[in-house]
T-cell receptor, first 108, second 117 residues
Framework: GDSVTQMEGPVTLSEEAFLTINCTYT??????LFWYVQYPGEGLQLLLK?????DKGSNKGFEATYRKETTSFHLEKGSVQVSDSAVYFC???????FGTGTSLTVIP | GAVVSQHPSRVICKSGTSVKIECRSL??????MFWYRQFPKKSLMLMAT?????????EQGVEKDKFLINHASLTLSTLTVTSAHPEDSSFYIC?????????????FGNGTRLTVT
């Protein structure tokens, strides 16, 4: 069946470091792909999405490209900030299953 | 933007009692609502999917008689944990989607921390 495999954390980076959180998927058809973020003490919220192959979703300096050939949707940011510390979840649009989440801590 | 309100945010109850959690979409009609349980290592487990006016679809391993879900209107879904036990203590999160579920983002409530003593 369809599934999402997400890079396990936790991830600790220094401020201004480059971030990659890997996400690969298995799906029938071509579902939309999402990244959600959960900041400390808050509910989950949509970070970005891509609805078809080669689409790039972007928001708040984060980007992810829907790669059909590698079935991936890796999350990247060129320069992380302390305020990016949160848990990040990759998700398939046609199912509402989430990965284990990747906890990111950015230290000054 | 779309807002989902979940209430209560925290509840403590005694073993054997029932607890009801409400999930409301405040400014949109939610065609589908979802209930999740979030575990200490942050993973989210989908418990059930509910559509207004029909019975909820439960994920494998989730007890229907223990976790009662009612989706009475397009803006309200409730989760009732019946005869709660300490192992039911967890963080429960609802989400709602407006429009076609496969392409529309989920809007989440802030969750309910349930503690069963």
């Amino acid at each position: 069946g369809d599934s999402v495999t997400q890079m396990e954390g936790p991830v600790t980076l220094s401020e201004e470091a480059f971030l990659t959180i890997n996400c690969t998927y298995t799906a029938t058809g071509y579902p939309s792909l999402f990244w959600y973020v959960q900041y400390p003490g808050e509910g989950l919220q949509l970070l970005l999405k891509a609805t078809k192959a080669d689409d790039k979703g972007s928001n708040k300096g984060f980007e992810a490209t829907y790669r059909k050939e590698t079935t991936s949707f890796h999350l990247e940011k060129g320069s992380v900030q302390v305020s990016d510390s949160a848990v990040y979840f990759c998700a398939l649009g046609n199912q509402f299953y989430f990965g284990t989440g990747t906890s990111l801590t950015v230290i000054p | 933007g779309a807002v989902v309100s979940q209430h209560p945010s925290r509840v403590i109850c005694k073993s054997g009692t029932s607890v009801k959690i409400e999930c409301r979409s405040l400014d949109f009609q939610a065609t589908t609502m979802f209930w999740y349980r979030q575990f200490p290592k942050k993973s989210l487990m989908l418990m059930a999917t509910s559509n207004e006016g029909s019975k909820a679809t439960y994920e494998q391993g989730v007890e229907k008689d223990k976790f009662l879900i009612n989706h009475a209107s397009l803006t309200l879904s409730t989760l009732t944990v019946t005869s709660a036990h300490p192992e039911d203590s967890s963080f429960y999160i609802c989400s709602a989607v407006q429009g076609a579920p496969d392409n529309s983002p989920l809007h989440f409530g802030n969750g309910t921390r349930l503690t069963v003593t």
